[in-house]
Protein backbone atom coordinates (compact mmCIF):
# COMPACT_ATOMS: atom_id res chain seq x y z
CA UNK A 1 0.00 0.00 0.00
CA UNK A 2 0.78 3.78 -0.59
CA UNK A 3 1.67 5.66 2.41
CA UNK A 4 3.36 9.26 3.45
CA UNK A 5 7.05 8.58 4.01
CA UNK A 6 9.62 11.01 6.04
CA UNK A 7 13.07 9.82 4.90
CA UNK A 8 14.91 12.96 6.12
CA UNK A 9 14.15 16.22 6.70
CA UNK A 10 12.63 17.90 3.46
CA UNK A 11 12.23 14.66 1.74
CA UNK A 12 9.04 13.21 1.99
CA UNK A 13 7.70 10.84 -0.49
CA UNK A 14 4.59 8.37 -1.15
CA UNK A 15 6.29 4.69 -0.62
CA UNK A 16 4.98 1.53 -0.74
CA UNK A 17 4.47 -0.33 2.57
CA UNK A 18 3.53 -3.43 3.67
CA UNK A 19 0.01 -4.44 5.07
CA UNK A 20 0.48 -5.50 8.57
CA UNK A 21 -1.20 -9.34 9.79
CA UNK A 22 -4.34 -9.30 11.87
CA UNK A 23 -4.22 -10.35 15.72
CA UNK A 24 -7.55 -11.79 17.22
CA UNK A 25 -7.99 -8.48 19.09
CA UNK A 26 -7.46 -6.15 15.90
CA UNK A 27 -9.03 -4.37 13.79
CA UNK A 28 -7.90 -3.25 10.23
CA UNK A 29 -9.04 -0.12 9.10
CA UNK A 30 -9.11 1.15 5.73
CA UNK A 31 -7.67 5.32 6.07
CA UNK A 32 -10.10 8.11 4.59
CA UNK A 33 -8.40 11.60 5.83
CA UNK A 34 -5.62 12.41 7.72
CA UNK A 35 -5.24 16.07 9.49
CA UNK A 36 -1.37 17.02 9.51
CA UNK A 37 -0.50 18.52 13.01
CA UNK A 38 2.19 20.86 13.75
CA UNK A 39 4.35 18.18 14.92
CA UNK A 40 4.23 16.49 11.66
CA UNK A 41 5.15 19.62 9.83
CA UNK A 42 8.38 19.88 12.79
CA UNK A 43 9.29 16.44 11.88
CA UNK A 44 9.47 17.27 8.07
CA UNK A 45 11.27 20.36 8.76
CA UNK A 46 13.69 19.65 11.11
CA UNK A 47 14.04 15.45 11.03
CA UNK A 48 13.47 15.22 14.41
CA UNK A 49 11.22 16.41 17.88
CA UNK A 50 12.95 16.63 21.00
CA UNK A 51 14.39 13.27 22.00
CA UNK A 52 13.02 11.50 18.95
CA UNK A 53 15.02 11.42 15.40
CA UNK A 54 14.32 9.59 12.21
CA UNK A 55 16.06 6.60 12.36
CA UNK A 56 14.91 5.37 8.74
CA UNK A 57 12.39 6.23 6.90
CA UNK A 58 8.99 6.71 8.86
CA UNK A 59 5.60 7.17 8.33
CA UNK A 60 3.46 10.58 9.67
CA UNK A 61 0.29 11.11 10.43
CA UNK A 62 -1.42 10.80 13.39
CA UNK A 63 -5.20 12.29 13.33
CA UNK A 64 -6.89 9.95 11.35
CA UNK A 65 -10.09 8.51 10.33
CA UNK A 66 -11.34 5.55 8.31
CA UNK A 67 -13.73 3.00 7.96
CA UNK A 68 -13.61 -0.99 8.73
CA UNK A 69 -12.54 -3.33 6.32
CA UNK A 70 -12.22 -6.68 8.86
CA UNK A 71 -11.43 -7.65 12.38
CA UNK A 72 -10.09 -10.16 14.31
CA UNK A 73 -12.21 -13.04 16.26
CA UNK A 74 -12.41 -11.47 19.77
CA UNK A 75 -13.86 -8.22 17.58
CA UNK A 76 -17.55 -8.78 18.25
CA UNK A 77 -18.99 -4.49 18.14
CA UNK A 78 -17.91 -3.54 15.30
CA UNK A 79 -18.28 -4.76 11.42
CA UNK A 80 -17.09 -4.22 7.95
CA UNK A 81 -18.04 -0.70 7.13
CA UNK A 82 -18.54 0.73 10.53
CA UNK A 83 -17.03 4.69 10.40
CA UNK A 84 -14.11 5.25 13.06
CA UNK A 85 -11.72 7.77 14.37
CA UNK A 86 -7.91 6.55 15.56
CA UNK A 87 -6.54 6.75 18.74
CA UNK A 88 -3.24 6.58 17.82
CA UNK A 89 -1.72 6.14 21.24
CA UNK A 90 -1.41 2.79 21.91
CA UNK A 91 -0.80 2.12 25.45
CA UNK A 92 0.82 -1.41 27.66
CA UNK A 93 -2.57 -1.54 29.59
CA UNK A 94 -0.52 -3.21 32.57
CA UNK A 95 1.75 -0.43 34.32
CA UNK A 96 0.95 1.45 36.94
CA UNK A 97 -0.50 4.51 35.07
CA UNK A 98 -2.50 2.52 32.61
CA UNK A 99 -4.40 0.82 35.48
CA UNK A 100 -4.98 4.02 37.01
CA UNK A 101 -6.27 5.20 34.25
CA UNK A 102 -4.10 7.98 33.16
CA UNK A 103 -2.63 5.78 30.12
CA UNK A 104 -1.54 9.23 28.58
CA UNK A 105 1.50 8.65 31.10
CA UNK A 106 2.13 5.07 30.06
CA UNK A 107 6.06 4.64 29.62
CA UNK A 108 5.41 1.92 27.02
CA UNK A 109 3.54 4.33 25.10
CA UNK A 110 3.62 3.51 21.69
CA UNK A 111 2.52 6.59 19.90
CA UNK A 112 1.76 5.78 15.80
CA UNK A 113 3.56 8.49 14.10
CA UNK A 114 6.17 9.03 16.11
CA UNK A 115 9.19 7.29 15.10
CA UNK A 116 9.67 4.25 15.30
CA UNK A 117 5.84 3.87 15.37
CA UNK A 118 4.93 4.15 11.77
CA UNK A 119 1.70 6.82 11.28
CA UNK A 120 -1.23 6.84 9.41
CA UNK A 121 -0.84 8.41 6.59
CA UNK A 122 -1.01 5.50 4.94
CA UNK A 123 -4.12 3.58 2.65
CA UNK A 124 -4.72 0.50 5.71
CA UNK A 125 -3.66 0.23 9.34
CA UNK A 126 -3.94 -2.59 11.43
CA UNK A 127 -5.05 -1.21 15.48
CA UNK A 128 -5.91 -3.02 18.81
CA UNK A 129 -9.86 -2.62 19.14
CA UNK A 130 -9.12 0.13 21.75
CA UNK A 131 -7.36 2.43 19.51
CA UNK A 132 -10.57 2.83 17.21
CA UNK A 133 -13.47 4.68 18.08
CA UNK A 134 -16.67 3.89 16.72
CA UNK A 135 -18.86 7.34 15.25
CA UNK A 136 -21.88 8.23 14.67
CA UNK A 137 -23.18 7.07 10.56
CA UNK A 138 -23.11 10.62 9.68
CA UNK A 139 -19.95 12.09 11.13
CA UNK A 140 -17.66 12.73 8.35
CA UNK A 141 -14.60 11.48 7.87
CA UNK A 142 -12.83 14.60 7.96
CA UNK A 143 -14.83 15.29 11.35
CA UNK A 144 -13.59 11.98 12.41
CA UNK A 145 -10.07 12.62 11.88
CA UNK A 146 -10.06 15.93 14.37
CA UNK A 147 -11.52 14.43 17.38
CA UNK A 148 -7.67 13.91 17.30
CA UNK A 149 -6.95 17.50 18.17
CA UNK A 150 -10.15 18.28 19.52
CA UNK A 151 -9.34 15.87 22.05
CA UNK A 152 -5.78 17.42 23.25
CA UNK A 153 -8.31 20.54 23.86
CA UNK A 154 -10.43 18.20 25.71
CA UNK A 155 -8.15 16.89 27.80
CA UNK A 156 -6.52 20.97 28.00
CA UNK A 157 -9.91 21.90 29.28
CA UNK A 158 -10.46 19.26 31.67
CA UNK A 159 -6.74 20.01 33.45
CA UNK A 160 -7.98 23.05 33.57
CA UNK A 161 -10.83 22.23 35.48
CA UNK A 162 -12.90 25.07 33.64
CA UNK A 163 -16.06 25.63 35.23
CA UNK A 164 -19.33 27.35 34.26
CA UNK A 165 -19.08 31.31 34.73
CA UNK A 166 -15.45 31.50 34.94
CA UNK A 167 -13.25 33.58 32.92
CA UNK A 168 -10.51 32.27 30.74
CA UNK A 169 -7.39 33.43 29.00
CA UNK A 170 -5.77 31.41 26.08
CA UNK A 171 -2.61 32.14 23.90
CA UNK A 172 -2.20 30.79 20.35
CA UNK A 173 -4.91 31.62 17.83
CA UNK A 174 -4.33 28.03 15.62
CA UNK A 175 -5.78 25.11 15.56
CA UNK A 176 -5.15 24.14 19.28
CA UNK A 177 -5.80 27.70 20.24
CA UNK A 178 -9.33 27.27 18.90
CA UNK A 179 -10.39 24.84 19.85
CA UNK A 180 -9.53 24.67 23.44
CA UNK A 181 -11.51 28.28 23.00
CA UNK A 182 -14.40 26.44 21.61
CA UNK A 183 -14.16 23.90 24.11
CA UNK A 184 -14.41 26.17 27.40
CA UNK A 185 -17.30 28.03 25.85
CA UNK A 186 -19.06 24.67 25.68
CA UNK A 187 -18.26 24.38 29.70
CA UNK A 188 -19.71 27.28 29.85
CA UNK A 189 -17.25 30.09 30.91
CA UNK A 190 -18.75 33.27 31.09
CA UNK A 191 -15.77 34.83 29.18
CA UNK A 192 -13.26 33.65 27.18
CA UNK A 193 -10.36 35.41 25.92
CA UNK A 194 -7.68 34.54 23.05
CA UNK A 195 -4.53 36.34 22.45
CA UNK A 196 -2.30 35.63 19.44
CA UNK A 197 0.59 37.96 17.92
CA UNK A 198 -1.27 37.95 14.68
CA UNK A 199 -3.91 39.71 13.95
CA UNK A 200 -5.18 38.23 11.01
CA UNK A 201 -5.50 34.73 13.17
CA UNK A 202 -7.61 36.81 15.40
CA UNK A 203 -9.78 38.21 13.01
CA UNK A 204 -10.34 35.09 11.39
CA UNK A 205 -11.36 33.19 14.90
CA UNK A 206 -13.27 36.47 16.11
CA UNK A 207 -15.42 35.68 12.47
CA UNK A 208 -15.66 32.25 12.78
CA UNK A 209 -16.19 31.56 17.03
CA UNK A 210 -19.31 33.69 18.35
CA UNK A 211 -18.80 34.58 22.03
CA UNK A 212 -14.55 34.61 21.55
CA UNK A 213 -12.99 38.01 22.33
CA UNK A 214 -9.42 38.76 20.80
CA UNK A 215 -6.15 40.27 22.25
CA UNK A 216 -3.67 41.18 20.35
CA UNK A 217 0.03 40.58 22.48
CA UNK A 218 3.28 41.51 21.78
CA UNK A 219 6.35 38.97 22.27
CA UNK A 220 7.72 40.28 25.73
CA UNK A 221 11.55 39.53 26.05
CA UNK A 222 13.18 36.78 27.08
CA UNK A 223 15.21 39.03 29.48
CA UNK A 224 11.79 39.74 31.71
CA UNK A 225 12.38 43.28 30.75
CA UNK A 226 8.79 43.28 28.78
CA UNK A 227 5.13 41.59 29.09
CA UNK A 228 3.67 41.28 25.50
CA UNK A 229 0.19 40.68 27.93
CA UNK A 230 -0.06 44.19 29.87
CA UNK A 231 -3.10 45.31 28.09
CA UNK A 232 -4.84 42.08 28.52
CA UNK A 233 -8.12 42.07 30.89
CA UNK A 234 -6.88 41.11 34.52
CA UNK A 235 -8.02 38.85 37.54
CA UNK A 236 -8.88 36.09 35.09
CA UNK A 237 -9.72 32.29 36.39
CA UNK A 238 -7.34 30.29 34.17
CA UNK A 239 -5.24 30.72 31.61
CA UNK A 240 -4.11 28.35 28.67
CA UNK A 241 -0.84 28.42 26.90
CA UNK A 242 -1.40 26.84 23.37
CA UNK A 243 1.40 29.43 21.71
CA UNK A 244 4.46 27.37 22.47
CA UNK A 245 6.01 31.23 22.40
CA UNK A 246 8.61 31.18 24.84
CA UNK A 247 7.65 34.31 26.86
CA UNK A 248 3.73 33.65 26.50
CA UNK A 249 3.47 31.06 30.06
CA UNK A 250 5.02 33.97 32.23
CA UNK A 251 3.19 37.13 30.47
CA UNK A 252 0.30 35.19 30.67
CA UNK A 253 0.06 34.20 34.38
CA UNK A 254 -0.04 38.04 34.89
CA UNK A 255 -3.32 37.98 34.21
CA UNK A 256 -4.75 35.56 36.11
CA UNK A 257 -6.42 36.21 39.61
CA UNK A 258 -4.99 34.79 42.96
CA UNK A 259 -5.05 31.54 43.02
CA UNK A 260 -5.56 31.59 39.55
CA UNK A 261 -4.66 28.39 37.41
CA UNK A 262 -2.57 27.97 33.93
CA UNK A 263 -2.15 25.17 31.77
CA UNK A 264 1.02 24.67 29.92
CA UNK A 265 -0.66 23.34 26.67
CA UNK A 266 2.04 24.39 23.64
CA UNK A 267 4.69 22.87 23.51
CA UNK A 268 7.64 25.54 24.61
CA UNK A 269 10.16 26.49 21.99
CA UNK A 270 13.22 26.05 24.45
CA UNK A 271 13.71 22.75 26.54
CA UNK A 272 13.67 25.27 29.32
CA UNK A 273 11.19 29.07 29.91
CA UNK A 274 11.40 31.26 32.72
CA UNK A 275 8.70 31.88 35.38
CA UNK A 276 8.03 35.03 37.75
CA UNK A 277 8.51 33.23 41.15
CA UNK A 278 7.07 36.44 43.06
CA UNK A 279 4.02 36.41 40.80
CA UNK A 280 3.53 32.83 41.57
CA UNK A 281 3.87 32.82 45.25
CA UNK A 282 1.84 36.00 45.97
CA UNK A 283 -0.77 35.19 44.43
CA UNK A 284 -0.39 31.22 44.93
CA UNK A 285 -0.95 30.54 41.30
CA UNK A 286 -1.42 26.20 40.07
CA UNK A 287 0.44 25.76 37.00
CA UNK A 288 -0.50 21.91 35.31
CA UNK A 289 1.04 20.47 31.98
CA UNK A 290 -0.69 18.46 29.67
CA UNK A 291 0.68 15.14 27.95
CA UNK A 292 -1.62 14.40 24.79
CA UNK A 293 -5.26 12.92 26.78
CA UNK A 294 -6.81 9.68 28.10
CA UNK A 295 -10.79 8.75 27.77
CA UNK A 296 -11.35 12.02 25.35
CA UNK A 297 -12.36 10.52 22.37
CA UNK A 298 -16.33 9.73 23.83
CA UNK A 299 -16.54 13.72 24.74
CA UNK A 300 -15.25 14.46 21.66
CA UNK A 301 -17.93 12.71 19.39
CA UNK A 302 -20.19 14.03 21.70
CA UNK A 303 -19.26 17.71 21.43
CA UNK A 304 -18.61 17.38 17.66
CA UNK A 305 -22.03 15.40 16.90
CA UNK A 306 -24.37 17.46 19.15
CA UNK A 307 -22.99 20.74 17.10
CA UNK A 308 -21.70 22.07 20.24
CA UNK A 309 -18.23 22.70 19.00
CA UNK A 310 -17.22 23.52 15.61
CA UNK A 311 -14.53 21.71 13.20
CA UNK A 312 -14.83 21.79 9.32
CA UNK A 313 -13.06 25.12 9.46
CA UNK A 314 -9.87 23.95 10.71
CA UNK A 315 -9.10 22.67 7.47
CA UNK A 316 -7.70 25.17 5.30
CA UNK A 317 -5.74 23.22 2.69
CA UNK A 318 -7.06 20.02 1.15
CA UNK A 319 -4.61 17.52 -0.40
CA UNK A 320 -4.91 13.64 -1.74
CA UNK A 321 -2.56 11.25 -0.56
CA UNK A 322 0.03 11.20 -3.31
CA UNK A 323 0.12 15.22 -2.78
CA UNK A 324 1.26 14.04 0.63
CA UNK A 325 5.16 15.22 0.45
CA UNK A 326 3.68 19.20 -1.25
CA UNK A 327 1.46 19.16 1.84
CA UNK A 328 4.24 19.00 4.14
CA UNK A 329 6.13 21.60 2.09
CA UNK A 330 3.73 24.18 2.24
CA UNK A 331 2.84 23.76 6.00
CA UNK A 332 6.91 23.89 6.58
CA UNK A 333 6.82 26.75 4.38
CA UNK A 334 4.07 28.42 6.72
CA UNK A 335 1.40 28.53 3.49
CA UNK A 336 -1.00 26.70 5.25
CA UNK A 337 -3.03 28.94 7.11
CA UNK A 338 -4.87 26.45 9.74
CA UNK A 339 -4.55 22.64 9.24
CA UNK A 340 -3.78 20.54 5.74
CA UNK A 341 -6.01 17.52 5.54
CA UNK A 342 -5.07 14.91 3.30
CA UNK A 343 -7.62 12.24 1.66
CA UNK A 344 -7.03 8.88 1.61
CA UNK A 345 -9.62 7.48 0.98
CA UNK A 346 -13.56 8.34 0.81
CA UNK A 347 -14.22 11.82 2.65
ZN1 LIG B 1 -0.82 16.40 16.94
ZN1 LIG C 1 1.10 1.41 30.38
Known amino acids: MRALTLRGAHDAAIAETDDEPLGAGDVRVAIAQVGLCGSDTHFYAHGRIGAFRLTGPH ?11 ETGGEVTDLVPGDRVAVEPGLWCGRCRECLAGTYNLCADMRFLGMPPHAGLARERVVLPRRAVHAVPAGMTAT ?12 WAVGRAAVQPGEQVLIAGAGPIGTLVARVALAQKAARVIVADVDDRRLARLAESTPGVETAHVGTGSADGAGNGFQDVAADLDCYLECSGAPTALDDGMTRLRPRGRAVLVGVPAAPTFALSSTLIRYRELTLTTVHRYAHTWPRAIELVSSDAVEVDDLVS ?14 AAAGEVAMKAMISVGAS
Open 59 to 69: VLGHEASGTVL
Open 143 to 154: RAALLEPLSVAV
Open 317 to 330: DRYRLEEGPRALAE
